[in-house]
């Protein structure tokens, strides 16, 4: 059996939250969730994940600004985090991977989708 990695999603959006936690029930993945920036960054010392989601439009501390938080952290700094997103440009997808991102999706994207980039994070 393989061993479950620890996500941590980072999402101001219970109903998001909600369903990745459905989607992940029977994937190797234990689950984790904070509703914004600061408290996912205190949560992210406490449990360290192997991935976190991250979205970026949020109350009290955006997603750029938690990713850079998480960077500059010795304990978090090697952490992947996959940015999740209602923003879909270009130049939104190109700064979230500037900021340190290993991947980018945009809300709204499939059970599939979610999983092929799980996968493909390292």
Do not use: H
């Not at 992210?44 to 109350?59: G, Y």
């Not at 600004?65 to 960077?71: A, G, S, V």
């Not at 980018?104 to 799980?118: E, G, H, M, Q, V």
């Amino acid at each position: 059996m393989t061993a479950s990695k620890k996500i941590l999603m980072i999402d101001d959006s219970q109903t998001d939250i909600a369903l990745i936690q459905q989607w992940l029930t029977d994937e190797p993945y234990l689950f984790y969730a904070s509703t914004n920036g600061v408290e996912g960054c205190k949560e992210s010392l406490r449990i360290k994940p192997d991935i976190i989601l991250l979205d970026i439009l949020m109350p009290v501390q955006n997603g750029y600004d938690t990713i850079r938080e998480l960077k500059k952290t010795a304990a978090t700094k090697e952490i992947p985090v996959i940015f999740i997103s209602t923003k879909n440009s270009t130049t939104d997808r190109q700064w979230g991977l500037r900021q340190g991102a290993r991947a980018y999706l945009a809300k709204p994207f499939t059970k599939s989708d979610l999983l092929i980039t799980l996968l493909s994070v390292k």
